[in-house]
């Protein structure tokens, strides 16, 4: 299974927020959208970091209240690792799980197209399994 598989069932939106916006306002976009991570974005397409739940909280840890007013850029992963649609959903989990990253931006010639979680990848697992035991309860049946 590819990665746009996964993005063909779960869709193409990506929540963004610019590299000036508040902690504050991200939080806004978390919970308005009920995700973990948002790109950050200038624009919507280009990616200068990504910013999940995780980070803000212990970021809030270390710095305190005075942290919402900041801007986003003050606390994102400037270093993004991303994934192409044509990629395997395979060996992206195994990136993700040696990494120990949730989210991965989708890029396709330089442009932000799609975000997968790791509950996309699991997810697309289960189905996949799901698929091979009904084709092999079908062969023991002797279904054609």
Do not use: W
Not at 55 to 62: C, E, G, N, Q, Y
Not at 98 to 112: I, K, Q, S
Not at 119 to 135: F, M, P, Q, T, Y
């Amino acid at each position: 299974m590819r990665i746009r598989d996964i993005l063909r069932r779960k869709g193409d939106t990506v929540a963004t927020v610019g590299p000036d916006a508040t902690v504050r306002q991200l939080l806004a976009v978390l919970a308005e959208h009920n995700i973990g991570a948002v790109v950050v974005s200038p624009d919507g397409t280009s990616i200068s970091g990504i910013v999940s739940e995780r980070d803000v909280v212990r970021r809030l840890h270390d710095r305190g209240a005075g942290l919402l007013d900041r801007p986003v850029s003050d606390i994102m992963t400037a270093e993004v690792r991303s994934c192409g649609p044509g990629d395997q959903v395979e060996d992206l989990r195994r990136t993700m799980t040696e990494h120990r990253f949730r989210h991965v931006p989708v890029v396709e010639d330089g442009r932000l197209t799609g975000i997968v979680s790791i509950g996309d990848v699991v997810k697309s697992a289960i189905d996949e399994l799901e698929s091979e035991r009904e084709h092999l309860v079908g062969y023991i049946q002797g279904a054609p």
